[in-house]
C-alpha cells in the first residue's frame, strides 16, 4: 500500500514526513532518491512499507524549490517587517522579484503594530499587506485565515518577529525568540532550522534573517517586468523595451510621485544597477 504525505523534515539520511492521514512516519530513501537535493523539506512523496521500514518510493514534481532554505513547494512568503529595526525596503523589494521568479505569492505582513505603523502605502497597491501584533495578538486571524491550505515560509531582518508570528498563529510558545540586544551581542540569529510545522491546515516554516534574497538571476532589461505597481504604466512608454531609467519618453518615470511611488522606483533603478554590474563581471 502506497502512502502520500510531504517532507516536513530532514535529519542525516531520515526524511520525516507527515501522512494524509494525520500520521508521522520515519522514512529512509530508495538509492536512487538518495543523493541531496532529490529529496527536499517540503516534497510530497509517496512511501510504502518494506521489511517493517517505511521508505520514500516517488517524489511528485515540484512547484518550486529555494536553496536557502532548503525547501520545495513554497505557495506563499509572508514578507515581515517592523518600526523596530527599522526596515530595509530595498531587501524588501529583492525578495518580492525573487518570489515573483520562483511562482511564490509575496505577502507582506507589518508586526509590532502595538508599538507604532509602518507606512506601506506603496505596496497596498499590488500585494496583500496584513498589519499585526505578535504580542497582542491583533490582526493574526487574517494570517491565519490567508495561510489556510498553503505552505509558507517567512522572510525577514532578525528581530521583526518572525518566530512570535508563528508562535502566535499556533498558539504555543514553540518556537524560541530572543530580544534585539541581545541579538546584536550575539551576532547571531535566533532560529536557525529548517523544519516545516505541520499546522493541521497549513504548513509553516520559521527561517532566520532574510531568506529568499540570494543571488537574484534576472537579466536588468527583464527586471521591469517584476514590478506589478509600474506595468499598468509601461505600456505607454515610447519603446517597448522600455528599462524606464535613461529612455526619452518614459511613461513610468513621468508616473514618480503620481501614481508610482518614489522609493520604490530608486530602489528599482538601484537593484537594475546591481544587476547589471553583476551581469558585467559575469561576462568581463
Ligand atoms: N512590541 C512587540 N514586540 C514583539 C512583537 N513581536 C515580536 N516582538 C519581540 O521582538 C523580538 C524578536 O522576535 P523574534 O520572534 O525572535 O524575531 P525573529 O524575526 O524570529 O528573529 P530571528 O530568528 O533572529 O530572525 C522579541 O523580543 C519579541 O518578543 C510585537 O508584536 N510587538
Ligand atoms: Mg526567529
Ligand atoms: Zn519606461
Do not use: W
Amino acid at each position: 500500500m502506497t502512502i502520500k504525505g510531504k517532507v516536513v523534515k530532514v535529519i542525516a539520511s531520515r526524511f520525516f514526513v507527515t501522512a494524509d492521514n494525520g500520521k508521522m512516519y520515519v522514512c529512509f530513501a530508495r538509492k536512487k532518491l538518495k543523493n541531496f537535493g532529490i529529496i527536499l523539506t517540503g516534497d510530497y512523496v509517496e512511501i510504502v512499507k518494506e521489511a517493517g521500514e517505511f521508505v520514500i518510493e516517488k517524489v511528485l514534481p515540484r512547484r518550486n524549490s529555494l536553496i536557502r532554505p532548503y525547501v520545495a513547494n513554497v505557495d506563499a512568503a509572508l514578507i515581515v517587517i517592523a518600526s523596530v529595526p527599522e526596515p530595509d525596503f530595498l531587501l524588501v523589494d529583492k525578495v518580492i522579484v525573487n518570489c515573483i521568479k520562483e511562482d511564490i505569492e509575496p505577502v507582506l505582513v507589518i508586526n509590532k503594530e502595538d508599538l507604532s505603523d509602518v507606512d506601506v502605502s506603496a505596496y497596498e497597491k499590488f500585494l496583500t499587506v496584513f498589519k499585526v501584533s505578535a504580542l497582542t495578538g491583533a490582526g493574526i486571524d487574517g494570517i491565519k485565515e490567508y495561510v489556510k491550505g498553503k505552505t509558507v515560509c517567512l522572510a525577514g531582518q532578525s528581530a521583526v518577529g518572525k518566530s512570535s508570528i508563528i508562535n502566535a498563529l499556533l498558539g504555543v510558545s514553540l518556537l524560541k525568540t530572543d530580544n534585539i540586544s541581545e541579538k546584536s551581542g550575539r551576532g547571531k540569529h535566533t532560529t536557525r532550522v529548517t523544519e516545516l510545522i505541520d499546522a493541521g491546515d497549513y504548513y509553516i516554516m520559521d527561517t532566520c534573517g532574510f531568506s529568499l534574497l540570494d543571488p537574484i538571476d534576472i537579466h536588468p532589461h527583464e527586471l521591469r517586468l517584476y514590478y506589478e505597481d509600474f506595468l499598468p504604466y509601461a505600456v505607454n512608454c515610447r519603446y517597448n523595451s522600455c528599462t524606464h531609467t535613461v529612455e526619452p519618453e518614459c511613461a513610468v518615470r513621468n508616473e514618480v510621485r503620481k501614481n508610482i511611488d518614489e522609493g520604490r522606483y530608486i530602489r528599482y533603478k538601484a537593484l537594475f544597477d546591481e544587476l547589471d554590474e553583476i551581469r558585467r563581471k559575469k561576462y568581463e
